[in-house]
T-cell receptor, first 118, second 111 residues
């Protein structure tokens, strides 16, 4: 089945530093990648949608200069949290939509990255 | 108002019980609906799609009522392994392909 590999699975960083999270689709092409954030006991909140070769579309309230998204190829999308602060500590998950035209069942989630900023 | 609302629970039930979860959505333009399961500190996984005609998969039955903008999930003969958070998800079905997640309902199945 379709697999999305997300790395790292967890990371601890110092306040003010930047962290890059990668999501790779291993056996399919992902024209669209969604990035979510989930705080404890809350739902997944969509942060941005990235399409291969174009700029990401950010949801209202998400700072595009803080959360940099790059989707340079059909199999790789990255999220960089710049100048991280403790309030950015959260569970970040990517989701890839397959480009083979499958219906809305064609989403595959990465395993998530738990970010802790100290 | 949240776009997709769920009772957060937790629902604490004994093994073998039948449990039902409800969900409402606010955007009448929503086209597609799903139930996802999320285990603690894991990514969500698709449980099943939801149709107006109903959808059954083993012990799980999902139902959609478009007039009431209401979605349900019924779990029969609960197993310990069913313990998880169940997420109700809606999509507009437009070119954005966005999924809108509810906050989830937590289920605890006890021996």
């Amino acid at each position: 089945g379709a697999v999305v590999s997300q790395h790292p699975s967890w990371v601890i960083c110092k306040s003010g530093t930047s962290v890059k999270i990668e999501c790779r689709s291993l056996d399919f092409q992902a024209t669209t990648m969604f990035w979510y954030r989930q705080f404890p006991k809350q739902s997944l909140m969509l942060m941005a949608t990235s399409n291969e070769g174009s700029k990401a579309t950010y949801e209202q309230g998400v700072e595009k200069d803080k959360f940099l998204i790059n989707h340079a190829s059909l199999t790789l999308s990255t999220l960089t949290v710049t100048s991280a602060h403790p309030e950015d500590s959260s569970f970040y998950i990517c989701s890839a939509r397959r480009s083979d035209g499958q219906g809305l069942r064609g989403y595959t989630f990465g395993s998530g990255t738990r970010l802790t900023v100290v | 108002r949240k776009e997709v609302e769920q009772d957060p629970g937790p629902f604490n039930v004994p093994e073998g019980a039948t449990v039902a979860f409800n969900c409402t959505y606010s955007n009448s333009a929503s086209q597609s609906f799903f139930w996802y399961r999320q285990d603690c500190r894991k990514e969500p996984k698709l449980l099943m799609s939801v149709y107006s005609s109903g959808n059954e998969d083993g012990r799980f039955t999902a139902q959609l009522n478009r007039a009431s903008q209401y979605i349900s999930l019924l779990i029969r003969d609960s197993k310990l392994s069913d313990s998880a958070t169940y997420l109700c998800v809606a999509s507009l079905g437009d070119s954005s392909y966005k999924l809108i997640f509810g906050s989830g309902t937590r289920l605890l199945v006890r021996p």
